[in-house]
């Protein structure tokens, strides 16, 4: 249609007085401007090549995905931002209708969808690319995928573990009673026969371990939430676990703010999370060290910091440290941290950690001063309502 009128326009260019010149002239900007508005609106990225495959036109969401300059973009060759993308397998120049998925790392990481179709008519080989930001649909599908998989490998392992557990505590029975008829044999046979049974007591227990924590991480108990100080909380586990951590020749700092408001929680889960991130402090530093356990108020949130001198976690393994069967320690189950992380997403709270390799992790809890059951979000006609109902205040 805009062919035909600019086609009719030069046919009539002789014909036609000054004012009319001007008032066709006035037409055509403002369709221009409303064309242009209107591709600038678009959350997917625009753009036009001409038939040499060079840039002709680009709207303001093709500029940001790919962090093109507009003003300097135009004429110069599309393949100077998308060097990999071939039109045809063989090789040809003249574009075809394909699409394609695209992984840009500038201006940041994310994923593209890619669509292209060559212009209608004029027998170039212009091009229209339509992109389109499809990072977040692709990290919802690998968290599907991920959570339909570990849910699949729970649950075989949940009866898996069942039914290791039952033989487990037949060996522990027998190897009880072995242990009592070793008593009965002289010192000189009994000695080497004691650290073998040592040896096996030690893996028995081990294993039951591991199987306790698989358990607790599948089949989560209850939480019984009680108003609470935080500060009795982690007193009482560094107290509990003050022998290991004088064992471990470690420094301890305990910077516990005052006058921090109570917050729901379960008492023993609770002391449980802390006491597994003293524990992972504690073994982070088997030279010694200095551990640092803080409480603080953070807006609607008290924040509780566990933080050890240790050698740190490197930044390829940090993001997977709350994976299951996923330990940096070499005797590590993979799991403390996994149930640390549900415990505190079932108080309604974060876990964070933030570490450097060669000078120490630091393990966040941020707990909410109310506890939060249900929250209506809100309405798009009235933006400026919101109800958030609790069913404690």
């Avoid at 040499?52 to 790919?66: K, W």
């Avoid at 499809?134 to 995928?145: G, N």
């Amino acid at each position: 249609m805009k062919q035909k009128f600019h086609q009719k326009l030069l046919g009539k260019l002789n014909w036609l007085d000054a004012e009319s010149v001007q008032g066709y002239f006035s037409q055509l900007a403002r369709e221009h401007g409303f064309l242009e508005a209107v591709f600038n609106s678009l959350h997917e990225g625009v753009i036009v090549t001409n038939d040499e495959g060079r840039i002709s036109y680009l709207n303001q969401a093709a500029t940001e995905l790919l962090g093109v300059p507009r003003d300097t973009a135009l004429g110069l060759p599309l393949g100077r931002y998308l060097p990999d993308l071939k039109w045809d397998a063989d090789g040809a120049s003249r574009p075809r209708a394909f699409s394609r998925e695209l992984e840009v790392f500038y201006p940041r990481q994310r994923y593209l969808h890619l669509y292209a179709v060559p212009l209608a008519g004029g027998g170039g080989a212009g091009a229209v690319l339509i992109l389109r930001d499809v990072t977040e649909s692709r990290k919802q599908a690998a968290e599907t995928l991920e959570s339909k998989r570990v849910e699949a490998m729970t649950l075989l392992a949940a009866g898996v573990a069942h039914e290791i557990g039952n033989p487990l505590n037949s060996l522990h029975i027998h190897l009880q009673l072995l242990e009592r008829e070793l008593r009965r044999l002289p010192e000189a046979p009994r000695a080497s026969t004691q650290e073998s049974l040592r040896v096996a007591k030690a893996e028995v227990a081990r294993l039951d371990k591991i199987i306790t924590q698989f358990l607790e991480a599948v089949r989560p108990t209850p939480v019984h939430m009680e108003l609470q100080p935080v500060n009795a909380v982690v007193g009482e586990t560094l107290e509990f676990m003050s022998g290991e951590i004088a064992n471990a020749g470690v420094a301890v700092e305990a910077e516990l703010a005052r006058g921090l408001p109570r917050v729901w929680l379960d008492h023993d889960q609770m002391k449980q999370v802390f006491f597994n991130l003293i524990k992972n402090a504690l073994e982070a530093m088997p030279r010694g060290g200095k551990l640092t356990v803080a409480t603080e108020a953070a807006g609607n949130h008290v924040v509780i910091s566990v933080a050890d001198t240790g050698a740190g976690i490197p930044p390829d393994q940090i993001g997977r440290i709350f994976d299951p069967y996923r330990s940096t320690k070499p005797d590590g189950s993979g799991l403390g941290l996994m149930i640390v992380r549900r415990i505190v997403q079932e108080h309604g709270g974060a876990l964070d950690v933030d570490s450097a390799v060669g000078k120490g992790t630091v393990f966040r809890v941020r707990l909410p001063v109310r506890e939060k059951r249900v929250r209506v979000l809100e309405a798009a006609q009235a933006p400026s309502r919101r109800l958030e109902l609790a069913a404690r205040n």
